[in-house]
């Protein structure tokens, strides 16, 4: 059973930065595409960033220079710093994981509220 345990979230000043982890278990996760996503109030669910199986990464442009991912292979982890919060950040923060076999995200975490205060 392939689970994503997204932790880290919370409250924080426009400006401020956190840190999201996001824990896998039961799936190869050396050979999956890592994503974030997000989902603010009354908001389509969208793209933050993410890292491929071959580490390259790519970040939708909202984000681009203030957000970074990276992963750790040994600890079946992928995280994402974010810097230079504003308020329009305020989310739920999703982990989600792409097999290099599909064409789609095909597993998610439960998500991690991140609150980013003016």
């Known amino acids: 059973q392939v689970q994503l345990v997204e932790s880290g979230g919370g409250l924080v000043q426009a400006g401020g930065s956190l840190r999201l982890s996001c824990s896998a278990s039961g799936l190869s996760f050396v050979t999956n595409t890592m994503g974030w996503f997000r989902q603010a109030p009354g908001k389509e669910r969208e793209f933050v960033g993410a890292m491929t199986w071959t580490t390259y990464t790519y970040y939708a442009d909202s984000v681009k220079g203030r957000f970074t991912i990276s992963r750790d292979n040994a600890k079946n982890a992928v995280t994402l710093d974010m810097n230079s919060l504003k308020p329009e950040d305020t989310a739920v923060y999703y982990c989600?994981?792409?097999?290099?076999?599909?064409?789609?995200?095909?597993?998610w975490g439960q998500g991690t509220q991140v609150t980013v205060s003016s």
């Open positions: 989600a994981a792409r097999p290099n076999t599909s064409g789609k995200y095909d597993y």
